[in-house]
């Protein structure tokens, strides 16, 4: 599977800071040697559909449910959709923990991504507390279920396993740890999530992006404070697509 390399900008490049990473982002790697995705903050989606050098994916960090209505702040998945992304993130830990997004909310999200065209990239992941009491198996499954049947009308989807201990923080999870969570995703998803992939989220950074991708169900990554400057994203990109060569030769 060709890997994906995704950076989730969150709140950081407006129009003008995204045109410019735009015209410097060049990562040196063949074409289709990667899949790479943006996902820019919905005011600069148009900046980043029209600015992109290289062939790539555009997303959005959120929609709402609903297609329209009274929802003052909200977007849907179909304006997304209009206003050319063709992914959605859904439930990242941010969306979760300070906006207090629930499983259920999640899953309705994923349902209105799928409804709309758009691949449903899910995250998941669990707190340093829950992973000290023994719990990552019970809140990877208990998240992959409350939204497994949203994705029923889904052409395509991704999951991005991100531990919340591991976001933003400098820590990363080892490959082992990886290579552990994504076996719980794999299973949690079963016939389903067959093809879809499962991206490791959480301090990728240039020296430890090709490690984690070459962790047999680590079929990409996904980057947030690493995405921001095109070098090194580039560079990020590029050890994914020796790495993915180097997978797919053995
Ligand atoms: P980070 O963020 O790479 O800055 O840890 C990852 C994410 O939140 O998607």
Same mark, same amino acid.
């Given at each position: 599977m060709v890997k994906v390399v995704a950076g989730n900008w969150k709140m950081h490049h407006g129009p003008s800071a995204t045109t410019r990473f735009l015209s410097r982002f060049?990562?040196?790697?063949?074409? !289709?040697s990667v899949r790479l995705v943006f996902f820019p903050p919905h005011l600069s989606l148009a900046a980043a559909v029209a600015g992109t050098r290289v062939p790539a994916d555009f997303g959005v960090q959120n929609i709402h449910w609903e297609g329209s209505g009274a929802l003052t702040g909200e977007v849907s998945a179909e304006m997304a959709r209009e206003a050319g992304a063709t992914l959605a993130l859904i439930g990242h830990s941010e969306r979760r923990?300070?906006?207090?997004?629930?499983d259920a909310e999640v899953g309705r999200k994923v349902a209105a991504a799928a409804r709309a065209g758009l691949v449903p990239v899910v995250c998941v992941g669990e707190l340093l507390a829950e992973r000290r009491a023994g719990r990552l198996d019970e809140v990877l499954r208990r998240q992959v279920g409350a939204f497994a049947e949203s994705?029923? !009308?889904?052409a395509e989807f991704m999951v991005a396993y991100e531990p919340v201990w591991a976001i933003g923080t400098g820590e990363t999870a080892t490959p082992g740890d990886a290579a552990e969570a994504h076996g719980i995703v794999r299973d949690a998803l079963g016939?389903?999530?067959?093809g879809a992939p499962v991206l490791y989220g959480g301090s990728v950074k240039p020296g430890n992006a090709a490690a984690l991708v070459s962790v047999p169900d680590v079929d990409g990554v996904l980057v947030g404070g690493a995405s921001l400057d095109p070098d090194v994203f580039a560079r990020i990109a590029e050890a994914c697509a020796s790495a993915g060569r180097a997978g797919a030769g053995s």
């Open positions: 060049r990562p040196e790697v063949e074409d !289709g923990h300070i906006f207090g997004e629930t994705l029923a !009308g889904a016939t389903l999530g067959r």
